[in-house]
């Protein structure tokens, strides 16, 4: 089983729609989680930042993580075309310097 | 505020030939300092750390190192390219001063074609 799994998508969306992006862990020692927004041919960049179970807002995203079911989320609101990227999950915890990545989700909003 | 660099943004080089790719940080002190390879599909493959000058930690053998000259400078070299080294290669820097715990932030990227 890997560490985290993340499904690849491609997801697409008419703009103004509700999106969900998730990713499930198996180690229980994760304690950090992060979400990186990836647009083509960019680095990643730090989108949201949580380290308890419950929701974390910042405008129209919402981050989500429930420990208990090691599952995490990001909800975007009205989305918008220029919210079309790659969203990778991440986490870290335990005595792991190391950052484990999801594999990443293509999101496309069409106009 | 804190800002990484890389470069060159994008490089195609022969195969066999030599490579030196380099990241700075700017905005903040004894950084925790990575390299990066990402390919299609295959998700972000750490390949060096470091938390300070001249300690490397290597996470997958390779035909790639890094060394860390300075305390915000990091470089990812190789002596003989390999088909196989084209990529995507990323620098992050996390710890330090001015930042959130363990989170890293990346640069622009290099995207290496190696022909």
């Known amino acids: 089983q890997k560490e985290v799994e993340q499904d690849p998508g491609p997801l697409s969306v008419p703009e103004g729609a509700i999106v969900s992006l998730n990713c499930t862990y198996s180690n229980s020692a994760f304690q950090y989680f992060m979400w990186y927004r990836q647009y083509s041919r960019k680095g990643p960049e730090l989108l949201m930042y949580?380290?308890?179970?419950g929701n974390k807002e910042d405008g129209r995203f919402t981050a989500q993580v429930d420990k208990s079911s090691k599952y995490i989320s990001l909800f975007i609101r009205d989305s918008q075309p220029s919210d079309s990227a790659t969203y990778l999950c991440?986490?870290?915890?335990?005595?792991?310097?190391?950052?484990?990545f999801g594999k990443g989700t293509l999101l496309t909003v069409n106009p | 505020s804190q800002t990484i660099h890389q470069w060159p943004a994008t490089l195609v080089q022969p195969v066999g030939s030599p490579l030196s790719l380099e990241c700075t940080v700017e905005?903040?002190?004894?950084?925790?300092l990575y390299w990066y390879r990402q390919a299609a599909g295959r998700g972000l493959q750490l390949l060096f750390y470091?938390?300070?000058?001249?300690?490397i930690s290597s996470e997958v053998p390779q035909n790639l190192s890094a060394s860390r000259p300075q305390d915000r400078q990091f470089i990812l070299s190789s002596k003989k390219l390999l088909l196989s080294d084209s990529g995507f290669y990323l620098c992050?820097?996390?710890?330090?001063?001015?930042?959130?715990?363990?989170?890293?932030?990346f640069g622009p990227g290099t995207r290496l074609t190696v022909l």
């Open positions: 949580t380290y308890s179970s």
């Open positions: 991440a986490m870290i915890g335990g005595s792991n310097y190391k950052l484990t």
């Open positions: 905005g903040t002190s004894n950084p925790n």
């Open positions: 992050a820097w996390s710890g330090g001063v001015g930042s959130v715990t363990d989170t890293q932030y």
């Open positions: 470091s938390v300070g000058i001249g300690q």
